[in-house]
């Protein structure tokens, strides 16, 4: 059932974007002139973040060129006080969307492609063998990003867990997300390219988007949750024999499930990982929540925030249909800007209740 949608009501602001960008050891004022379009995406694990920039013919960047991107408006103020400019000009102080390194420069017979991913593609390329025992998921999640050379930034523990068998099959971004799920966390990198491992608790609205203020487009469709109830079962019995018994397979998985939610239907999780009642629990719950929550989602569309964040949580207000105004958080985001359109930002959202 889709809750509404909100077409072409964004305010005029008539405000100038402005941005910064650094590659390499060329000089931010150089490559700024040249910008012809930028794109850029980020998202939860493991996904890696991605910035795709177009530049007027001239030098190129080279592979492995570290890039930071900054986008604001002219006079915003912030941290950028120098190096700046402006797709046709201008000067002020933006916000930081993206740091990563440049992984492939195109040339085109208008210029030059330049492609940029952050530390989710270095995790993308660790693939290792490696058992971690008695250790708690977010340290795992910190050793990880070590090997990988990513900055860990907030790392909640999360559950403490027997043995976690780390594999070649699959890469560390995708472990790390596989650990997020078992804990109920949230797995994404910062624009400052810093790795976040922990719940989404937020109750309050870190930014708010106004109904004929700040809105071009608003979907956003409710479907009926996929599952009411879930059961996780682990494979050992290491809660109720002792840690040592990890490696033991449970003759009687009753004791050592987590549960979650009394509803229909019912997904029945075999986690191999989850060897103690509590991670299994933990996994239950997380599930539950993001499934209950996924099921009220959508795509909303604005003029250029470069403030909004994955992870973060925004509030809808304003709109005609009452059931839109609601707080979400935010699990993509996306920013455009181009001579043609000017500076855009759309969000991929979910609702950030539970109940």
């Not at 999780?269 to 009220?296: H, S, Y």
């Amino acid at each position: 059932m889709s809750l509404g949608s909100l077409p072409g009501n964004g305010a005029s602001r008539a405000q100038h974007p402005i941005l910064y960008l650094s590659i390499g050891a060329g000089s931010p004022d150089d490559w700024v002139d040249r910008v012809v379009a930028i794109r850029v995406r980020a998202g939860m694990a493991p996904a890696a973040d991605e910035a795709i920039i177009r530049l007027n013919p001239g030098d190129r960047p080279a592979v492995g060129d570290a890039l930071i991107l900054a986008l604001g408006y002219e006079g915003g103020g912030g941290d950028w006080a120098s190096a700046l400019g402006a797709v046709g000009g201008g000067s002020g102080g933006p916000t930081q969307v993206f740091a990563g390194t440049v992984t492939s420069v195109e040339p085109t017979l208008a210029g030059v492609q330049v492609r940029a991913r952050n530390g989710g593609a270095k995790l993308q390329a660790l693939r290792i063998d490696q058992l971690y025992e008695s250790q708690s998921a977010g340290d795992i999640v910190r050793d990880l990003a070590s090997q990988a050379g990513v900055t860990a930034g907030a790392i909640e523990s999360g559950v403490t867990l027997p043995a976690y068998v780390i594999d070649g099959r699959r890469h560390a971004y995708q472990h790390v997300a596989a650990l997020a799920r078992m804990c109920g966390f949230d797995a994404y990198l910062t624009p400052e390219d810093e790795l976040v491992f922990g719940p989404f608790t937020r109750t309050a609205a870190d930014h708010t988007f106004a109904y004929a203020e700040d809105i071009l487009s608003l979907d956003v469709d409710e479907a009926v949750p996929a599952v009411g109830q879930v059961i996780v079962m682990g494979e050992s019995p290491s809660s109720g024999e002792g840690s040592e018994t990890w490696h033991w397979l449970a003759s009687d998985w009753g004791d050592y499930q987590g549960a979650a939610g009394d509803g229909e239907p019912v997904w029945l999780v075999q986690a191999r990982g989850a060897r103690t009642q509590e991670a299994a629990q933990a996994m239950a719950d997380g599930l539950l929540d993001r499934a209950t929550r996924g099921a009220i989602r959508g795509i909303l569309r604005a003029l250029g925030r470069p403030e909004v964040k994955v992870g973060d949580a925004v509030e809808v207000t304003g709109a005609p249909d009452e059931a839109l105004n609601r707080l979400y958080q935010i699990i993509g985001v996306r920013h455009r800007l181009d001579r043609a359109r000017g500076f855009l930002t759309t969000l991929e959202i979910i609702t950030a209740d539970s109940s």
